[in-house]
T-cell receptor, first 113, second 112 residues
Framework: EAGVTQFPSHSVIEKGQTVTLRCDPI?????LYWYRRVMGKEIKFLLH????????ESGMPNNRFLAERTGGTYSTLKVQPAELEDSGVYFC???????????FGPGTRLTVL | EDQVTQSPEALRLQEGESSSLNCSYT??????LFWYRQDPGKGPEFLFT???AGEEKEKERLKATLTKKESFLHITAPKPEDSATYLC?????????????FGTGTLLAVQP
């Protein structure tokens, strides 16, 4: 069974540009999460989808971040415009309905110059 | 506010030298405590879930235990391939999100 996949693995952009990160969850997992780790800090929750609906977006830093999950399959996280403090590793995780375990993807390392 | 503190930040062991990693937590009702292993450049890999005080889980050289305030990850006779960052995370009972609250991790290096 394929795990959670994320694309790209690494992105380097200039301040003010736009970047879109993609996450493909494990097939059949209705729950999808986005997390972020900035340098030296712990991994922090950003938001949670159940199918195509946002269940909780309390961790989103500001309105420059937009997450979507059209059709309840893959998800995208867009940062527009990117700022220096957005640099970090963005992780996606998925969870089966009724289960407890979140399975993580390899992450996207975002560097904003 | 839910919080997780892990210690030590880094630990260096000789191969075969057993030790324990600590995870202290405060949460308004514990749904579950999770241990993950993370290798460089990869995402967290699930190891264990613990739900109630007194519970223990084992996998190869690893054993996780849970009390009402902390969890320990015991590593028995570690090998170099056990080198990784070990992450602890909790889920609180509040809300329907099941979001994870992470500690900063313990970086374990096992030398041959």
């Amino acid at each position: 069974e394929a795990g959670v996949t994320q694309f790209p693995s690494h992105s380097v952009i200039e301040k003010g540009q736009t970047v879109t990160l993609r996450c493909d969850p494990i097939s059949g997992h209705d729950n999808l999460y986005w997390y972020r780790r900035v340098m030296g800090k712990e991994i922090k929750f950003l938001l949670h989808f159940v199918k195509e609906s946002k269940q909780d977006e309390s961790g989103m830093p500001n309105n420059r971040f937009l997450a979507e999950r059209t059709g309840g399959t893959y998800s995208t996280l867009k940062v527009q415009p990117a700022e220096l403090e957005d640099s970090g590793v963005y992780f996606c995780a998925s969870r089966l309905a009724g289960g407890d375990t979140q399975y993580f993807g390899p992450g996207t390392r975002l560097t904003v110059l | 506010e839910d919080q997780v503190t892990q210690s030590p930040e880094a630990l260096r062991l000789q191969e075969g030298e057993s030790s324990s990693l600590n995870c202290s937590y405060t949460v308004s009702g514990l749904r579950g405590l999770f241990w993950y292993r993370q290798d460089p450049g990869k995402g967290p890999e699930f190891l264990f879930t613990l739900y109630s005080a007194g519970e223990e889980k084992e996998k190869e050289r690893l054993k996780a235990t849970l009390t009402k305030k902390e969890s320990f990850l015991h590593i028995t006779a570690p090998k170099p391939e056990d080198s990784a960052t070990y992450l602890c995370a909790v889920q609180g009972l509040g809300g329907a999100t099941n979001k994870l609250i992470f500690g900063t991790g313990t970086l374990l290096a096992v030398q041959p």
